[in-house]
């Protein structure tokens, strides 16, 4: 935040909206490619040049979308629901105990054991998919949406609990040290006190673990094969194409759009706490 603004002051003011204007043009173009294609008629989708606007609004790729493959894409809809948000509510409760622990408690190994698990950032997931697909395999959780909800928290959990310890250690040690001397346990300290003031970090964390799940495309392809328990970056493989193997561009971009609605509400609703939380210790 510092750098933008010396960045601003020292630009002219002309200068400085040209650039946020064309940064925004940027970033908005796409999403505004997405809606309006899927707002036309089949026949217009298809034009070649295609139309900047649609000369005809119609919701026919949103109607069509509770039609494609074997159950419509509102099943495919609640799998992701019910994907994300299972990992998100298992990382963030075991994020924000290991981060607590990581930040406050002093025991042998602690640094080593952190930076193990900061390790695991370098380990590809490609990498390891055969390895998962064997332990779920021998766990009966193949092929299930308990399974994808492990694999992803799993994946999750070293981001969640750096950011969860940077959130705890950059608060003062005088509030805990206060609900400590007040008759409070570690435990009780950091869910009546410590939490409510490191909730940037908790949902920087959750919206983090949220839009990784819900857009996750590789694991679901590999996890899971039973078309009922696909997720949507799956369906959208699938619905895209005509009897012929054409692609429907229109029925396309009304699922990226189904796709991509609920994570930019999210976002515009907490991004003031996502950024603080993605800060949170680096200053001190």
Known sequence: MRIVLEVRRSMPRLAWWAACASVSLIVLYPLWVMFSQSLKSSAEATQNPPTLYPHGLS????????????????????????????????????????????ARLRFAGSGLLFFLILATFMIPFQAIITPLFS????????????????????????????????????????????????????????????LPVAVPGLISTALFTFFTCWNEFFAALVLVTDEARFTLPVTLTVLASNQLGALNWGIMQAGVAVTAVPCLVLYLLLQRYYVAGLVAGAVK
Not at 67 to 89: C, F, K, L, Q, Y
Not at 149 to 178: C, D, H, K, W
Request: hydrophobic residues 55%.
């Open 135 to 194: 332990i779920l395999h021998t766990l009966g959780l193949n092929n299930s949406l308990a399974g994808l909800i492990l694999v992803y928290t799993t994946f999750q959990l070293p981001f969640g609990i750096f950011l969860m310890r940077n959130s705890f250690a950059a608060l003062p040690a005088g509030i805990e040290e206060a609900a400590l001397i007040d008759g409070c346990g570690y435990l009780t300290a950091m869910v009546r006190v410590m």
């Open 59 to 102: 919701l026919d790729n949103y109607r069509a979308l509770g039609h494609t493959g074997a159950v419509g894409i509102w099943t495919h809809v609640g799998n992701s629901v019910i994907v994300s948000a299972g990992a998100t509510v298992l990382t963030i409760v075991l994020a924000t105990l290991a981060g607590y622990g990581f």
